[in-house]
């Protein structure tokens, strides 16, 4: 069989790597290819993505979470000493806990609940991009078809992911008023699972990647493994920020929410009124557009049509002036009655905020 991604060589002429120089080229490969350094990451990182496009990250990647003990059961499945086993099965209990309510996927659902969506809806997996699921589903069939040592070395990514969380959690909670640290409480955990099981991992590699062509597999496969996180990002990318294609059956923005309660969006719903201030979402934008020939608001995978009223108002949105102040503009240039136009804006707004392409 042919490799699916081009390996690399161990060393200039395949010679056997000690192992503090096989542990330098494994660290090599993350520094050249984790995910950390994927543009969607930069931009979940550094605040520059809208809400739904949080969401989506959230989503799919609660499939990788959900997924990770369904590959360590395949890795433990392989091993034939019970001392590997007994390091190997906390990995499970880490995410499947040890009781209803405990463990590592159920704080991804409480993650992804805090963004906003319905815990039925993230657990039936539905909306989540194939690619996603092709990816992912392409890791547990790695570990189940490789070597052992390539099944255990696939997990070196963890090598390199405490400082993309340290980064990632930090980002978010000083970029989006929407995450708190209760939200982001699967990350707390993982600063210490994750050190602890690439320890181990490393070790069982540098010990039993012992000739050329075993450090080789070892090295092809925490490179795979980079390409199964990176490509999930790609997907994320193509389908929620550029070119904005999302795919037929994959979420698209306002599916599978809570309907939105005071309590957990720190707004409230209904009219706009006079002294909220309105603002356009992260990535949405008021547009001329020139086949219509009319300004249309455009969202990351949806464009939105308006009439004359609707585009007088948004042309006057600017994250600072209060409905009050715009309901006053208005009432100048067309003199007409300010509280009349304030109630009608005020519902027009709040139609706005139902489709999610405005905020207060
Ligand atoms: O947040 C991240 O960037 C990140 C990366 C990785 C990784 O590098 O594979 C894992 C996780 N998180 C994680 O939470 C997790 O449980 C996990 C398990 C594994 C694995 O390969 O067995 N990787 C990762």
Redesign the pocket.
């Known amino acids: 069989m042919t490799a699916p991604f081009p390996t690399p060589v161990a060393g200039d002429d395949q010679r056997l790597l000690s192992p503090e120089e096989l542990e330098a080229a494994l660290r090599d490969i993350g520094a050249r290819r984790y995910?950390n350094l994927h543009p969607f990451h930069r931009l979940l990182h550094d605040g520059k993505l809208n809400k739904d496009q949080v969401r989506a990250w959230a989503l799919n990647r609660y499939y990788y979470?959900a997924m990770?003990p369904v590959?360590?059961a395949a890795v433990l499945a392989r091993m034939h000493d019970a001392e590997l086993r007994r390091v190997w099965r906390q990995?499970i209990v880490d995410?499947d806990g040890d009781a209803p309510g405990d463990g590592?996927i159920e704080r991804w659902l409480k993650l992804a609940q805090g963004v906003g969506f319905s815990r039925d809806y993230v657990l039936s997996t539905k909306g989540i991009l194939s690619a996603t699921k092709f990816s992912v589903e392409a890791y547990v069939h790695f570990v189940k078809e490789k070597s052992l040592l390539e099944a255990i070395a696939?997990?070196l990514?963890?090598m390199?992911?405490p400082t993309?969380?340290s980064e990632?959690v930090s980002g978010m909670l000083k970029n989006y008023d929407f995450i708190t640290k209760d939200t982001l409480a699967y990350?707390e955990k993982?600063l210490t699972q994750?050190p602890r099981d690439a320890d181990f991992a490393l070790d069982y590699v540098k010990q039993h990647a012992t000739t050329p062509e075993l450090q080789r597999q070892a090295m092809a496969a925490l490179t795979f493994?980079c390409n199964v996180?990176w490509t999930q990002l790609d997907a994320l990318y193509f389908a929620y920020v550029a070119p904005g294609m999302v795919p037929p059956d994959a979420w698209q923005p306002g599916e599978g929410l809570v309907e939105e309660t005071s309590a957990a969006t720190g707004g409230r719903r209904g009219p706009f009124v006079g002294s909220d201030v309105p603002r356009l979402p992260r990535g949405v934008r008021l547009r001329f557009d020139e086949v219509r020939s009319n300004h249309v608001l455009l969202a990351p995978e949806r464009t939105f049509d308006l009439d004359d009223n609707a585009v007088a108002v948004l042309k006057l949105v600017d994250g600072k002036r209060s409905v009050g102040d715009i309901a006053g503009e208005l009432a100048t240039i067309y003199a007409a009655d300010r509280s009349l136009i304030e109630a009608d804006i005020g519902v027009m707004l709040a139609d706005l905020a139902q489709k999610r392409v405005l905020e207060r």
Do not use: M, P, V, W
């Open positions: 995910h979470q990770i590959k360590d990995r995410h590592g696939s997990s990514t963890e390199f992911s993309i969380i990632r990350f993982r994750a493994k996180l």
